[in-house]
């Protein structure tokens, strides 16, 4: 059974910094693409970065330089550090990866970012 079980979500004050972690269980992610979303408050959900199979990272433009995504495979664990946090950052965060054509999504982990 496919499980993503994200953390490390919070509560941040703008510029801080927090690593959200996405552990995978029912499939290993060495084998596939790795995903983080984001959905702030009233707003649809949205790409952030993904990770290839080949360790290609790929980043939508409001966070290129501020978070990265990693992967270490012998902990089947998925990464997003994410820097300089802003206000604009705040919302649920979603890891995610299709297995077998299907989509499988965590549950999410809170990021807020006030002072």
């Known amino acids: 059974q496919v499980q993503l079980v994200e953390s490390g979500g919070g509560l941040v004050q703008p510029g801080g910094s927090l690593r959200l972690s996405c552990a995978a269980s029912?499939?290993?992610?060495?084998?596939?693409?790795m995903a983080w979303y984001r959905q702030a408050p009233g707003k649809q959900r949205e790409w952030v970065a993904t990770?290839?199979?080949?360790?290609?990272?790929l980043y939508v433009k409001s966070v290129e330089d501020l978070f990265t995504i990693s992967r270490d495979n012998a902990k089947n664990t998925v990464y997003l550090q994410m820097n300089s946090l802003k206000p604009e950052d705040t919302a649920v965060y979603y890891c995610k990866t299709r297995w077998l054509n299907n989509d499988y999504w965590g549950k999410g982990t809170l990021v807020t970012v006030s002072s």
């Open positions: 990770i290839t199979t080949g360790g290609v990272t």
């Open positions: 029912g499939f290993t992610i060495s084998g596939n693409a």
